[in-house]
């Protein structure tokens, strides 16, 4: 336990909090970081698959952008600390960065362990004090400033930065501590529920296909054939649903649905083409290879067991030839490839979630300075606020920004 006062405490060493200690330490503040686990960062070894996918290669517009309308609330974080300040930073610590085509900016190393030993080095030359295994267990007002009680004993700051994460990845210490000191505070706490993680269903025809990856579908969550959400990218089936990032990235509407099971995902499996080109295409492969079973002829396209559950889907038997196909069958089989549909049953939850949605209200934070509205010389930072953005590094790049930005504010 570092006893005494301090100009600031920040709770919880992840993302958020390790920029936002070093940042205040390299400002002059007399700073603490309090972390309830044995190591830092234990989120961040964890990102990406091991790898951490530290920002996405954009400006500092496309970050906005992808969050929708809650974007807004970056732009002073964002001016703070940009996308190219945030691979700056990590250059100069020796982590150099790639950009991968999906605009993924990794490690080129490829480990998260790199990308967490850059920050610790950063925060041990900025003469900020970290303390490893020791959680918050009370935090309340004294004075201007915040007591802040462990099981260790009790320091005094005349600041608090909050950044304890959110419930996503619980096996990592993200267990929604900060949102109870938040509430305590009178802060109005979105329900948490995860966000990008993996759906799940009990279709027979979607478990029978785990394994297989589609690089390029466009995948819909629907309610009563309404679309509520829709993502074109990459796909993976597995033995318990869908997962890859069209799934994680339409899955917070799924999470936060109050019946899931009333869902309907709906795959189209050949975006690039539309029905009247599939339609065409199909009459003409019919009769240059008529004598071919259709799902071989589909299968040019799709992987094969694929394309006989599109068939079987469609009602038209697998063994039929491409040429016996009439019109209507030709229109059953590419409705099918474009609206493929499977019931939801709901997700992982926040075990399996890579992030988690809802949170501290942004209502109730200054967004120029991260400082609670509420509450005098307390902030928050990261994941602990109701900010989630879509997969690709864009929640990496808030919790950099947001940690930066409080940090210069105190």
């Known amino acids: 336990m570092a006893d005494g006062s301090w100009d600031v405490v920040v709770v919880g060493a992840g993302a958020a909090g390790l920029v936002a200690a070093f940042r205040a330490a390299e400002r002059g503040r007399r700073t603490l970081l309090l972390e309830k686990n044995s190591r830092?960062?234990?989120?961040?070894?964890?990102?990406?698959?091991?790898?951490?996918?530290?920002?996405?290669?954009?400006?500092?517009?496309?970050?906005?952008?992808?969050?929708g309308p809650p974007g807004r609330f970056l732009h002073s974080a964002l001016s703070a600390l940009s996308v190219a300040d945030t691979i700056e930073m990590f250059?100069?610590?020796g982590v150099r960065t790639k950009i991968e085509e999906t605009g993924k900016i990794f490690p080129v190393s490829n480990k998260a362990a790199d990308v967490l030993a850059g920050l610790v080095a950063r925060l041990n030359r900025s003469g900020a004090t970290m303390s490893l295994g020791e959680p918050l267990v009370q935090l309340e007002r004294d004075g201007e400033g915040f007591r802040l009680v462990t099981p260790r004993g009790e320091v005094h700051a005349r600041q608090t930065i909050l950044t304890t994460g959110g419930q996503s990845y619980p096996?990592?210490?993200?267990?929604?501590?900060?949102?109870?000191?938040?509430?305590?505070?009178?802060?109005?706490?979105?329900?948490?529920?995860?966000?990008?993680?993996?759906?799940?269903?009990?279709?027979?025809?979607?478990?029978?296909?785990?394994?297989?990856?589609?690089?390029?579908?466009?995948?819909?969550?629907?309610?009563?054939?309404?679309?509520?959400?829709a993502r074109r990218s990459s796909l993976l089936f597995a033995h318990f649903g869908l997962t890859g990032p069209a799934a994680l990235d339409v899955s917070r509407v799924v999470s936060g649905?109050?019946?899931?099971?009333?869902?309907?995902?709906?795959?189209?499996?050949?975006?690039?083409?539309?029905e009247s080109q599939l339609?065409?295409?199909?009459?003409?492969?019919?009769?240059?290879?008529?004598?071919?079973?259709?799902?071989?002829?589909v299968g040019q396209m799709l992987p094969r067991r694929l394309a006989e559950i599109a068939l079987e889907q469609s009602g038209v038997a697998v063994e039929r030839k491409a040429a016996e196909l009439s019109k209507a069958d030709r229109g059953r089989l590419v409705r099918t490839l474009k609206h493929l549909t499977a019931p939801l049953s709901g997700t992982?939850?926040?075990k399996k979630a890579e992030v988690t949605a809802g949170g501290v209200s942004l209502d109730e934070i200054d967004s120029r300075t991260m400082q609670s509205k509420l509450v005098p010389n307390l902030y928050c930072a990261g994941e602990l606020l109701n900010l989630d953005g879509p997969i690709?590094?864009?929640?990496?790049?808030?919790?950099?920004?947001?940690?930066?930005?409080?940090?210069?504010?105190?």
Not at 264 to 273: A, G, K, N, Q, S
């Open 40 to 67: 830092p960062g234990i989120k961040i070894l964890m990102s990406g698959g091991t790898r951490c996918n530290i920002t996405h290669a954009t400006d500092n517009r496309g970050i906005v952008e992808a969050y």
């Open 91 to 93: 250059e100069a610590e």
């Open 171 to 229: 096996g990592s210490g993200t267990t929604g501590d900060g949102y109870r000191f938040a509430a305590q505070f009178g802060h109005t706490i979105v329900p948490p529920r995860p966000a990008l993680v993996p759906l799940t269903t009990t279709a027979p025809w979607v478990l029978d296909l785990r394994g297989v990856t589609l690089p390029d579908v466009t995948l819909s969550i629907m309610e009563d054939g309404h679309p509520l959400a």
């Open 257 to 274: 649905h109050p019946r899931p099971g009333t869902l309907v995902v709906e795959i189209d499996l050949l975006p690039e083409r539309n």
């Open 279 to 297: 339609l065409d295409w199909l009459r003409e492969e019919s009769t240059a290879s008529g004598k071919k079973q259709v799902a071989a002829v």
């Open 348 to 350: 992982l939850g926040f």
């Open 392 to 410: 690709g590094g864009f929640n990496f790049q808030a919790a950099w920004s947001t940690g930066w930005l409080a940090a210069s504010s105190v």
